[in-house]
Structure formats: structure tokens, C-alpha cells
């Protein structure tokens, strides 16, 4: 199984970005929709902090390069790389 790592960290006492005012959540919730819409073998890891707050939301497949400004766009050839669930 793949793993899309993507950060949802907010920093709530800093004038400072983060991930999660970019709307990393809602990119979050929905890569997961998208995963089990399209049967694939792949889950997404809600991280803390990726370090690239200044770049966010951030996301990779794990072991891959970072996505930076991240969005449904950039994701989808990420998401079309995915292999489908095995059968049972």
C-alpha cells in the first residue's frame, strides 16, 4: 500500500504560514474521497509539519519529492500513478 503524506499543520500564534491555512484539510479529506472512489491501493497520512511551511500545503508519496502548493491539480498525476486495491 502507498502512503500520500500531506501536512495539516496550523500555527495558531504566528503571523507565519502554514499548511493548513493554505487548506491543506480539505485537500486531505479530499484525497481520501478520491482513493476509495477510484480503488486504490494507497492511504493518506496526515502529518504534523513537513518543514516547508512557506511552500504549503505540502504533500508526496512517500520516499518521493515533495509536491509545494500543492492542490487537485498537481495531485492528480500523483493520484493517477496509484496502483488500483488488489482483488480478494
Aim: aromatic share 6%; glycine share 6%.
Amino acid at each position: 500500500m502507498k502512503t500520500i503524506v500531506i501536512c495539516t499543520n496550523f500555527r495558531p500564534f504566528t503571523t507565519q504560514p502554514s499548511c493548513a491555512q493554505r487548506g491543506s484539510k480539505a485537500l486531505a479529506d479530499w484525497l481520501e474521497q478520491e482513493i476509495e472512489t477510484r480503488g486504490l491501493d494507497a492511504r493518506v497520512d496526515r502529518s504534523v509539519c513537513l518543514g516547508h511551511c512557506v511552500m504549503g500545503p505540502n504533500a508526496r508519496l512517500l520516499g518521493e519529492a515533495f509536491c509545494h502548493f500543492a492542490d487537485k491539480e498537481k495531485l492528480l498525476p500523483l493520484l493517477e500513478s496509484l496502483p488500483e486495491k488488489p482483488a480478494d
